[in-house]
């Protein structure tokens, strides 16, 4: 076989996809995410921005092998794992056996004690989280990460010229960590995929979940909106949250006119 040269090989593993493993939703974007980089989940609230990232690390934990370290910092993992539950799946197992790492980094903020085995002890000291990730990172070999969510990190930093740096060092450690990354962002106006205007540009890709009422329904659509080096979807896919979790219907649209 012939030798491969820088570029070629550069490419070749620019290529290397994550694949979700949420139905649906990989063959819209080539097969999934690309390793390495990071993503931004945009929605209203209620969306599905949390059961998507949880969807994506307990996939790629059981379905794919690939450990993972959820950042929680608008609910306490408590709740998650019970949220979750009704999707058969069992968070605290997968922590039992050292593959999936629940960073509380809510309950600091609030001002309430702790008893997890991962407390961001100070609220939004950048360094000190992404010390806490280094240090979880030693130990179990993760390959996806979760932050959910960047709208209270915003929030306490308020300034967007501080909010783009800080986002951008976090999200450039964990892809030096050899991580594939989801950040979730809390939207108002659905026009609009950052809150603080500066989101979209510190990530390799948008992606963006409608709950739109037409009529008297309310529907539940994805959108592909940007993703670097990668052909993907234009449209908007209706998904449903199904008694196992999200299902994307690659093949229907819906149209927003
Ligand atoms: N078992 C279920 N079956 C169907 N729908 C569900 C189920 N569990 C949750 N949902 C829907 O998912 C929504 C919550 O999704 P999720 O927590 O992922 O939203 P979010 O975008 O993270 O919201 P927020 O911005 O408030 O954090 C609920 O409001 C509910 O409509
Ligand atoms: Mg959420």
Redesign the pocket.
């Known amino acids: 076989m012939a030798m491969m040269n820088k570029q070629q090989k550069t490419e070749k593993n620019n290529s290397k996809r994550v694949p979700t493993g949420i139905v649906g939703f990989d063959e819209l974007c080539g097969g999934g995410l690309i390793k390495n980089r990071t993503y931004l989940v945009s ?12 969807q994506y690390i307990y996939n790629g934990i059981t379905k794919f092998g690939e450990n993972g370290i959820y950042i929680a910092t ?2 306490r993992p408590e709740q998650l794992r019970e ?1 979750v539950k ?2 058969g799946w069992d968070l605290e197992a997968l922590e039992e056996e050292g593959k999936l790492a629940i960073i509380d980094a809510c309950s600091t903020k609030i001002g309430i004690p702790s008893h997890e085995k991962y407390v961001d002890v100070r609220p939004f000291d950048m360094r000190s989280m992404m010390d806490q990730i280094i240090a979880i990172q030693d130990t179990i070999d993760a390959k996806r990460a979760v932050v ?2 960047t ?1 209270s990190i915003g929030f306490y930093l308020q300034d967007p010229a501080k909010i783009r740096v800080e986002l951008l060092k976090l999200s450039t450690t964990l892809e030096i960590l050899g991580l594939t990354s989801l950040m ?1 962002c ?1 939207i108002l106006d659905e026009s609009n995929p950052s809150r603080f205007g500066v989101e979209v540009f510190v990530t390799e890709g948008t992606i963006l ?1 409608y ?1 739109k009422r037409t009529n008297s329904v309310r529907v539940r659509s994805i959108e592909i909106f940007k993703m670097r080096g990668s052909d993907h979807s234009k449209n908007i896919h209706p998904y ?4 196992t979790g999200i299902v994307v219907h690659p093949h229907e649209e819906v149209y927003t006119a």
Do not use: C, Q, S, V
């Open positions: 929605g209203a609230a209620g969306a599905g921005k949390t059961i998507f990232g949880l608008e609910e949220n009704k999707f959910d969510g709208t979730t809390e979940m709950y449903d949250i199904t008694p």
